[in-house]
Nanobody, 116 residues
Framework: VQLVESGGGAVQAGGSLNLSCVASGSIFSINRKAWYRRAAGQQRDLVASVGSDGTINYADSVKGRFTISRDNAKNAVYLQMKSLKPEDTAVYYC???????????WGQGTEVTVSS
C-alpha cells in the first residue's frame, strides 16, 4: 500500500487548510485511516482517525477545529483544519492500518506551518 499526501502549506493563525491522502495497492476492506503529526523535537502524535466502520476519534487539542473524513471509493482520507493555531505547526502524516495483514503504512509527510 502506498500513501500519497497533498495539501498543507503556510497559513496565519485562524486560517484553514485541507489535507488529502490517497492510498493505492492491495487494500483490505477493514482498515483504519488516520492523521498523525510531529512537531519539531516532539514525538509523532495521533491527530484523528476514522475506521472503516465510521468510528472517529480526535485528539483533544483539535476537537471542534479539525474534521476527518474518508472516501472508500477513492481509498482516500481527508483532514479539514480550521481555526489553526501556531501550536498546530508540524509535519502531518497520513496513516493506513490494514486489519487484514496487521501492517501499518505511512505517507511521506506534509508540512503545515501556522504563523501568529
Amino acid at each position: 500500500v502506498q500513501l500519497v499526501e497533498s495539501g498543507g502549506g503556510a497559513v496565519q493563525a485562524g486560517g484553514s487548510l485541507n489535507l488529502s491522502c490517497v492510498a493505492s495497492g492491495s487494500i483490505f476492506s477493514i482498515n483504519r485511516k488516520a492523521w498523525y503529526r510531529r512537531a519539531a523535537g516532539q514525538q509523532r502524535d495521533l491527530v484523528a482517525s476514522v475506521g472503516s466502520d465510521g468510528t472517529i476519534n480526535y485528539a483533544d487539542s483539535v476537537k471542534g477545529r479539525f474534521t476527518i473524513s474518508r472516501d472508500n471509493a477513492k481509498n482516500a482520507v481527508y483532514l479539514q483544519m480550521k481555526s489553526l493555531k501556531p501550536e498546530d505547526t508540524a509535519v502531518y502524516y497520513c496513516n493506513h492500518l490494514d486489519y487484514g495483514s496487521g501492517r501499518n503504512y505511512w505517507g511521506q509527510g506534509t508540512e503545515v506551518t501556522v504563523s501568529s
